[in-house]
T-cell receptor, first 114, second 108 residues
Framework: DAGVIQSPRHEVTEMGQEVTLRCKPISGHNSLFWYRQTMMRGLELLIYFNNNVPIDDSGMPEDRFSAKMPNASFSTLKIQPSEPRDSAVYFC????????????FGPGTRLLVL | QKEVEQNSGPLSVPEGAIASLNCTYSDRGSQSFFWYRQYSGKSPELIMSIYSNGDKEDGRFTAQLNKASQYVSLLIRDSQPSDSATYLCAVRDDKIIFGKGTRLHILP
């Protein structure tokens, strides 16, 4: 299996621009998670989907952030407009949704907003 | 607010010794507990999960859970330089919450 795939791996953009991060979960996994990691705040859960339905988006920092999962093999996290404080590593993870809840993380997208 | 606390470190341990990593959590309803390892510049990977009080061993790793004390720990025996990484404790009730991690440095 290819594991969780994220793109792009690196993104540098200017403040005010729209940023779209993409994720392909492991085939057969029915739960998908978006995280943000910074030195100050650690690893924070932004939103998670179960069977393509958003279950908990309480971690989404503000209305500038939105996430979609149009099908079982694809999800996007969009930031519009982006701000310098959004600079972080964004991870996507997927799991089979069992009790073990083993989450498999993608390689992450390193976002720098200038 | 539910919290997961870890000492940020760095924790320096001589090669071959036992490394002990600790984590406390605030939510008594938590049911599942995980230890993830994250190498610098890489993504977290699961190394241990534990669900009931007591010890769970997997190779050189032992996870210990004490729900009454709201405490979970990870022991690494015969520490190797390749164990140098940040170790993230994660706790799940209705959703998973990660601690900020402990940086472990194994001294050759």
């Amino acid at each position: 299996d290819a594991g969780v795939i994220q793109s792009p791996r690196h993104e540098v953009t200017e403040m005010g621009q729209e940023v779209t991060l993409r994720c392909k979960p492991i085939s057969g996994h029915n739960s998908l998670f978006w995280y943000r990691q910074t030195m100050m705040r650690g690893l924070e859960l932004l939103i998670y989907f179960n069977n393509n339905v958003p279950i908990d988006d309480s971690g989404m920092p503000e209305d500038r952030f939105s996430a979609k999962m149009p099908n079982a093999s694809f999800s996007t996290l969009k930031i519009q407009p982006s701000e310098p404080r959004d600079s972080a590593v964004y991870f996507c993870a997927s799991s089979s949704g069992t009790r073990e809840e083993t989450q498999y993380f993608g390689p992450g997208t390193r976002l720098l907003v200038l | 607010q539910k919290e997961v606390e870890q000492n940020s470190g760095p924790l320096s341990v001589p090669e071959g010794a036992i490394a002990s990593l600790n984590c406390t959590y605030s939510d008594r309803g938590s049911q599942s507990f995980f230890w993830y390892r994250q190498y610098s510049g890489k993504s977290p990977e699961l190394i241990m999960s534990i669900y009931s009080n007591g010890d769970k061993e997997d190779g050189r790793f032992t996870a210990q859970l004490n729900k009454a004390s709201q405490y979970v720990s990870l022991l690494i025996r015969d520490s190797q330089p390749s164990d140098s990484a940040t170790y993230l404790c994660a706790v799940r009730d209705d959703k998973i919450i990660f601690g900020k991690g402990t940086r472990l440095h194994i001294l050759p």
